[in-house]
């Protein structure tokens, strides 16, 4: 069973910096890709970045600012988050597609629990 554990959220003030970690633990053979959405109150959930081996997208709201990442070594992805703006705040998810040593013809996606953050003006 793979799970993901989320941490680096929290209140920051406008134009301060945050970096989310995302840690994933269980038999992970590879980490195909890999995404950070996002969901304010009465939003819907959007994609704020993803990457896919060599190719990275980011949503136009944080173009600039934001910058996904990983570490394979340690099975983590990060979201580095700099020049905040209130607009960003929402809960935080990270999302991985993997390989699982049962079933390698397949990919399989996780899900972070959410981490808060909450950007002040």
């Known amino acids: 069973q793979v799970q993901l554990v989320e941490s680096g959220g929290g209140l920051v003030q406008a134009g301060g910096s945050l970096r989310l970690s995302c840690a994933a633990s269980?038999?992970?053979?590879?980490?195909?890709?890999m995404g950070w959405y996002r969901q304010a109150p009465g939003k819907q959930r959007e994609l704020v970045a993803s990457?896919?081996?060599?190719?990275?997208t980011y949503a136009d709201s944080v173009k600039g600012r934001f910058t996904i990442s990983r570490d394979n070594a340690k099975k983590s992805v990060y979201l580095q988050m700099n020049s905040l703006k209130p607009e960003d705040t929402a809960v935080y998810y990270c999302?991985?597609?993997?390989?699982?040593?049962?079933?390698?013809?397949?990919?399989?996606?996780?899900w972070g629990q959410g981490t808060q953050v909450t950007v002040s003006s």
């Open positions: 269980g038999s992970i053979v590879s980490i195909n890709s």
């Open positions: 990457a896919r081996g060599d190719t990275t």
């Open positions: 999302r991985i597609w993997v390989q699982i040593p049962m079933a390698l013809s397949s990919e399989f996606t996780y």
